[in-house]
């Protein structure tokens, strides 16, 4: 079964530049989360969908953050204008219901750099 | 959800059982309790839940008290590609959960 895809694996970008992240869940999973971590940090939520819906977003920065999940499957999140505290590891993660409880596989994540 | 504790960082001997600690004293009923482990440039790795009861799978073992208000996440012959970030997260089972991630325990298989 393939896992979480991401792209790009890397990104470096000035500051007030704007920026993209793609991810392709694995299959038939209906849900769907974007993650930020910080270095020195644990990961944490952005946003989350479920299908094509909004879940949470409630730690989203919208006045910079966006995201969308088209037809329920891939989501881009984007950033713009970027700022250098945006300098994380973005992680987008799928989850699908096992015996008790849900559980979420993650993808390798994006770098980005913001100069 | 609940919120955890856990030690910034433990050492284990290559071979050795790694036993690493999770407080979470104030979990409710219905939240279970997850591992993830995030290896160097890598994303979460998920490794075991449970709610009550001790699970064991391929990878660890989890070890949850009576009063569910600690466990532990035994490895039970670590090696070095064993060293990772090792979170314990508590969060209700239901669909599209919100998990609450910590700092979480470094733990450094030493040869």
């Known amino acids: 079964e393939a896992g979480v895809a991401q792209s790009p694996r890397y990104k470096i970008i000035e500051k007030r530049q704007s920026v993209a992240f793609w991810c392709n869940p694995i299959s038939g999973h209906a849900t769907l989360y974007w993650y930020q971590q910080i270095l020195g940090q644990g990961p944490k939520l952005l946003i989350q969908?479920?299908?094509?819906?909004?879940?949470?977003d409630s730690q989203l920065p919208k006045d910079r953050f966006s995201a969308e999940r088209l037809k329920g499957v891939d989501s881009t999140l984007k950033i713009q204008p970027a700022k250098l505290e945006d300098s994380a590891v973005y992680l987008c993660?799928?989850?699908?219901?096992?015996?008790?409880?849900?559980?979420?596989?993650f993808g390798p994540g994006t770098r980005l750099t913001v100069l | 959800d609940a919120k955890t504790t856990q030690p910034p960082s433990m050492d284990c001997a290559e071979g050795r059982a790694a036993n690493l600690p999770c407080n979470h004293s104030t979990i409710s009923g219905n939240e279970y309790v997850y591992w993830y482990r995030q290896i160097h440039s890598q994303g979460p790795q998920y490794i075991i839940h449970?709610?009550?009861n001790n699970e064991t799978n391929e990878m660890a073992s989890l070890i949850i008290t009576e009063d569910r208000k600690s466990s532990t996440l035994i490895l039970p012959h670590a090696t070095l590609r064993d060293t990772a970030v090792y979170y314990c997260?508590?969060?209700?089972?239901?669909?599209?959960?919100?998990?609450?991630f910590g700092p979480g325990t470094r733990l450094s298989v030493l040869p």
């Open positions: 449970g709610l009550k």
């Open positions: 993660a799928s989850s699908v219901r096992l015996a008790g409880g849900d559980t979420q596989y």
């Open positions: 969908f479920q299908n094509n819906g909004v879940v949470d």
């Open positions: 997260i508590v969060s209700r089972g239901n669909y599209g959960q919100n998990f609450v």
